[in-house]
């Protein structure tokens, strides 16, 4: 893969996304440049319709920007091949998503597993990071227990400690609050906020939860496809 120096974790220049429809052109993202670093937890606002998605796509390099470029752990997505851009979200990005995506009949501790099994690791180390996974988001007691037994919140923790088990440097989370209870949505919100600071994890989550922007390091606002960043002013 071709690197290319950048302190870094996932930076943005000038990147813009356009789509045709009909006769017309909408830009989805229009020249956005800003960086996160690690350790750093941003919240990514707008309402919908207003470029999020596309963005969070161009980031994991899912979608490539019609120009600019990302720069993500020093490499350019734009010049890396698709093989090489899903080997580097395997190893280095982590996912997580407004529904938990959990298989209802294997234990907690089983899909935490699944990503590990995807990249060939073998039995013992799965079963050992993945329970570690557990333990840091304070699951360890409910491993054995199958999704459907565990709560909203267990469920989401459990998704948490799965987009966690392989070390990722870079944790995108889309909505990962958006079906809690609001005290729920708070303590997944600290929750993700702690784990990046802890473990030095560049966290970026899409959201329109009031709870993460508060204790967010930076806001991305997107609107129009035009993104502004605000640093947190903490007393």
Known sequence: MNSMLS????????????????????????SATFSLQSGEMAALRGRSGSGKTTLLNILAGLDTPTSGEVIALGFRLNALSEFERTKLRRMSFGVMFQNAHLFPTL????????????????RKEREAKARAALEMV?????????????????????ALARALAHTPKFLMADEPTGNLDSLTGKMIASLLRDISRKE????????????????????????????????????
């Open 200 to 235: 030095n994890i560049c966290v970026l989550i899409a959201t329109h939860d009031q709870n993460v922007v508060d204790i967010a390091d930076t806001t991305l606002l997107i609107h129009d496809g035009i993104v502004t960043a605000e640093q947190a002013v903490r007393s």
């Open 138 to 158: 304070g699951l360890l007691e409910r491993a054995r227990h199958r999704s459907m037994e565990l709560s909203g919140g267990e469920q989401q923790r459990t």
């Open 7 to 30: 302190n870094s974790i996932i930076e943005a220049r000038a990147v813009s996304r356009d789509f045709k429809s009909g006769s017309s052109v909408v830009h989805a993202v229009r």
């Open 107 to 122: 234990t907690a501790q089983e899909n935490v597993e699944i990503p590990l099994r995807l990249a060939g690791a073998p």
